[in-house]
């Protein structure tokens, strides 16, 4: 189906992923939001999405790209930018541009400013927008939800990481993708995960 994401279709677009301002995410646990960053991240890796990533304001106040996404990506270019819509930043929307992608996946801070806008000027440029909602991080729970609102009505579609990676495999038998992605929901999807690892235990021969 040409309206599920694939892992040919679609890339990562991480926005300001910074210690200063995770300090001011209210919307949600701040370890959680992590948690969830870090598994949409990893998602990405499995399935070989292309990948863009940038900060603002590193050196004056927001710090560089947190550093358990940085593990993930060390020698990944992160562009850093001064206005807080990054579609507006020439670097950013030309790598965006070179992935070749239609389908953009949103990860960030804050969903209020930094994702809202790019995502709004995305849809406006002709893109499809996926704003995964639980790696991304507001001021408050309420000014998330209403980003959110605005974003879909004006097509942006919600979804959450685990949603991606499953959209993404979609079928279990996939076996060039399936320790990537098991790996992933194993170390990142609470019961679910625990499932699968119990699974595995279970049907391994001793």
Known sequence: ????????NCA????????????AVQ???????????????????????????????SKVYSGPLLPDLHA???????LERRNMNAWEDPAVQAAIVATGRKKLIFSGMLTEACISFAVLSAIEAGYEC???????GGLTEIGHNLALQRMT??????TSWLQVLLEL????????TYDAARAVVEKNGGGYGVGLRYARQMLTPQ
């Open 12 to 23: 990562l677009v991480l926005l300001d992923q910074q210690a200063g301002l995770q300090f």
């Open 72 to 78: 993930l990506i060390p020698d990944h270019p992160v």
């Open 1 to 8: 189906m040409q309206d599920l994401l694939t892992p040919d």
């Open 169 to 176: 495999q979609r079928d279990w038998t996939r076996h060039d």
């Open 153 to 158: 009505a004006k097509g942006a579609q919600p």
């Open 130 to 136: 996926y704003v995964a909602g639980d790696a991304c």
């Open 27 to 57: 919307s949600m646990d701040r370890q959680t939001l992590l948690n969830n960053s870090v598994a949409l991240l990893e998602s990405a890796l499995a399935f070989s999405l292309p990948i863009v990533a940038s900060t603002s304001a």
